[in-house]
């Protein structure tokens, strides 16, 4: 299985920050990586696929990068919609795994 | 308009048979490159991705569960259930259902677009 770790497991920020999140895998996975954006209560959301596509809808204030084993969600000037957890996935070997989880709060 | 639902018991006991349904609409699991998968989350913690089943009724399943999984599917009404036995108080958890199309275009991968509500099951006896 392709181990998935995030960094920080979380941070604290302020409106109009810009925060970044790290994913690392444990195999090289070209950019087979998707993120999502979770908030409490509620299901995951797909902001990024392919490590730097945007999904149709978000804002262009997240962005992803990143390709092998070495990602980066990077959400500018943050807004206080963001302050959510956000997931990494490689998306192209099963079992597809998850990342543990970086929650960003106020 | 594309959504799921999942559907089973709220408790179950341990070492019994967990059995969930996801009832979807708004695509149909025999089109070409349609999958829907299962991810669980234990309260507090992280996404685990279970599950899932693909167009062509293949079915894949989580390294260290996949003993305990099942998947099926029933394309005509739009179902897919999945069984995990022996359940144990580790596996409390809210579980999704979601449709994760597989993209062969340029390169090949799939995304998880579109998820259901979740159902908490928890295992207490």
């Known amino acids: 299985d392709i181990q998935m770790t995030q960094s920080p497991s979380s941070v604290s920020a302020s409106v109009g920050d810009t925060v970044n999140i790290s994913c690392r895998t444990s195999q090289h996975i070209n950019s087979w990586l998707a993120w999502y954006q979770q908030k409490p209560g509620t299901a995951p959301k797909l902001l990024i696929y392919t490590a730097s596509n945007l999904q149709r809808g978000v804002p262009s204030r997240f962005r992803g990068s990143g390709f092998g084993t070495d990602f980066t969600l990077t959400i500018t000037s943050l807004q206080p919609d963001d302050f959510a957890t956000y997931y990494c996935q490689q998306i192209n070997n099963f079992p597809l795994t998850f990342g543990g989880g970086t929650k960003v709060d106020i | 308009q594309v959504t799921l639902r999942e559907s089973g018991p709220a408790l179950v006991r341990p070492t019994q048979t967990l059995t969930l349904t996801c009832d979807f609409s708004g695509f149909s699991l025999s089109t070409s490159g349609m999958c829907v998968s299962w991810i669980r989350q234990p309260p507090g913690q992280a996404l685990e991705w279970l599950a899932l089943?693909?167009?062509?009724?293949?079915?894949y399943y989580s390294t260290s569960l996949k003993t305990r999984l099942t998947l099926s599917k029933d394309t005509s009404k739009n179902q897919v259930v999945l069984t995990m036995t022996n359940m144990d108080p580790v596996d409390t958890a809210t579980y999704y259902c979601a449709r994760t199309p597989y993209h062969f275009d340029t390169t090949a991968y799939f995304t998880i677009d579109y998820w259901g509500r979740g159902t908490l099951v928890t295992v207490s006896s």
């Open positions: 089943v693909d167009w062509d009724d293949e079915k």
